[in-house]
């Protein structure tokens, strides 16, 4: 790092620079908590654009004008109410610099730039969040899981997650990182499930309807309303938007048989890719096309099985062996991708690949529908009643209910 000229938090630094109004306080929804305080800041003797922060935990972050400027939050640059920016992001020079940089008393940075003497203010906790140091949200599962998910699957009860904000939170993080969960206890009526998930965020309607029940009908258009044994799947990869999550809310499961299977997509990839890496490029760049259709639709979507993110991790599974409508390829290439998807096929069927758990009444097993594959074995119909109502959910309506959550309950 340059050397630094380091300046010690100090009285009305504003009071010197050509500015009309007093500063304001950043506003922002998120109160942007932090254990963590400013010692010491300076600008870089190098690179006059760059903003130097030493904190009370010894670290040191380092913040450029053009992001500081930008994102300035004072009545100037965003609108008093909506909070969005109303700044010209090419108004000011791209030269821009500090003429000056301090410490409140309230321990909150205070910017004075070049030419205009404007004036911008930054919470601790945002500068500790933008720099990468702290609430950065795993944007990624960190552990997937085999059988052994089996033993120390979470339960929720779901009268702790509508009485309290910190079980909720717990809940929808262990959804996003682990993928699989179950809710406990949940009212065992019909359309209950909707009153949950309103909770949390906008549901997911499709043409299966907005709580769609699981039971066998006559006339089905879906193999799920047989008594049939579904296969591990995700659904709907028919979609261009593939649902984030699926909620599945039992209302009663009296039938002999109906276990339900998990297992976790991505484990499942990456075994492929370490253990058979060819296997895994054919089924990571070659399209398969997925198609549903009944008497009013015919939903089409090509995309590899196994769609990865421009860093080579894995993003999304999109496995239906009930919908998988071949692969895309000429002729030549047939063999080889119809012997890479076996492969992935019979990984999914191995036990120490799966999880099985029995659903009971006021239970909602919640999966990550880009992840976990989920499926169930045959059940009998005339041995009693299976029920199911699901629902879908995207991953921006948890991941904006687990932000908003965390404004009120203090960080770690
Ligand atoms: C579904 C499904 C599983 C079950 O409805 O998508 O996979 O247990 N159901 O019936
Ligand atoms: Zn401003
Ligand atoms: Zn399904």
């Known amino acids: 790092m340059n050397e630094v000229e380091d300046k010690a938090p100090r009285e009305g630094p504003w009071a010197a620079a050509s500015f009309d109004g007093p500063p304001i306080s950043m506003s922002d929804h998120n109160s942007y908590n932090t254990p963590f305080r400013i010692l010491s800041t300076g600008i870089d003797s190098v690179d006059r654009q760059v903003v130097i922060l030493h904190w009370s935990d010894g670290k040191e972050s380092a913040v450029h004008s053009l992001m500081l400027?930008?994102?300035?939050?004072?009545?100037?640059?965003?609108?008093?109410?909506?909070?969005?920016?109303?700044?010209?992001?090419?108004?000011?020079?791209?030269?821009?610099?500090?003429?000056?940089?301090?410490?409140?008393?309230?321990?909150?940075?205070?910017?004075?730039?070049?030419?205009?003497?404007?004036?911008?203010?930054?919470?601790?906790?945002?500068?500790?969040?933008?720099?990468?140091?702290?609430?950065?949200?795993?944007?990624?599962?960190?552990?997937?899981?085999?059988?052994?998910?089996?033993?120390?699957?979470?339960?929720?009860?779901?009268?702790?997650?509508?009485?309290?904000?910190?079980?909720?939170?717990?809940?929808?993080?262990?959804?996003?990182?682990?993928?699989?969960?179950?809710?406990?206890?949940?009212?065992?009526?019909?359309?209950?499930?909707?009153?949950?998930?309103?909770?949390?965020?906008?549901?997911?309607?499709?043409?299966?309807?907005?709580?769609?029940?699981?039971?066998?009908?006559?006339?089905?258009?879906?193999?799920?309303?047989?008594?049939?044994?579904?296969?591990?799947?995700?659904?709907?990869?028919?979609?261009?938007?593939?649902?984030?999550?699926?909620?599945?809310?039992?209302?009663?499961?009296?039938?002999?048989?109906?276990?339900?299977?998990?297992?976790?997509?991505?484990?499942?990839?990456?075994?492929?890719?370490?253990?058979?890496?060819?296997?895994?490029?054919?089924?990571s760049t070659t399209p398969i096309q997925h198609r549903y259709h009944d008497k009013g639709c015919d939903y089409v979507y090509n995309i590899p099985l196994i769609v990865l993110r421009s860093t080579g991790e894995v993003a999304e599974i999109r496995y239906n062996p009930a919908l998988m409508n071949g692969f895309d390829v000429p002729v030549a290439e047939a063999r080889p991708a119809y012997v890479a998807y076996r492969k992935f096929v019979a990984l999914t069927r191995e036990p120490a690949n799966q999880v099985e758990v029995l659903m009971t009444v006021g239970e909602i097993a919640c999966m990550d529908n880009r992840r976990i594959l989920h499926g169930r074995r045959a059940f009998e119909p005339s041995t009693g009643r299976r029920h199911l109502q699901g629902a879908y959910l995207e991953h921006e309506e948890v991941s904006s209910r687990i932000l908003t959550l965390r404004r009120n309950i203090p960080v770690d």
């Open 69 to 283: 400027r930008d994102q300035c939050s004072c009545r100037g640059c965003r609108h008093e109410e909506s909070l969005e920016r109303t700044l010209d992001q090419i108004a000011y020079q791209i030269d821009i610099a500090p003429r000056d940089v301090t410490i409140l008393p309230n321990g909150e940075l205070c910017v004075i730039w070049t030419v205009d003497g404007h004036v911008s203010i930054f919470k601790p906790g945002w500068l500790r969040a933008r720099s990468g140091l702290e609430n950065v949200a795993p944007e990624r599962p960190q552990n997937f899981w085999g059988q052994e998910l089996g033993e120390r699957l979470r339960r929720f009860p779901y009268a702790d997650i509508v009485a309290d904000d910190c079980v909720m939170l717990d809940w929808l993080e262990t959804i996003r990182s682990v993928g699989l969960v179950y809710v406990t206890g949940a009212p065992n009526a019909s359309g209950s499930l909707g009153d949950l998930i309103n909770r949390i965020g906008v549901i997911r309607k499709t043409n299966f309807g907005v709580i769609f029940d699981v039971e066998p009908v006559v006339g089905t258009n879906s193999n799920a309303y047989t008594a049939d044994e579904l296969p591990l799947h995700v659904d709907l990869p028919t979609r261009e938007y593939q649902p984030g999550y699926q909620f599945l809310h039992c209302l009663s499961n009296d039938a002999r048989g109906g276990v339900s299977v998990y297992g976790d997509g991505f484990f499942l990839a990456e075994r492929l890719r370490s253990e058979d890496p060819d296997a895994f490029d054919i089924l």
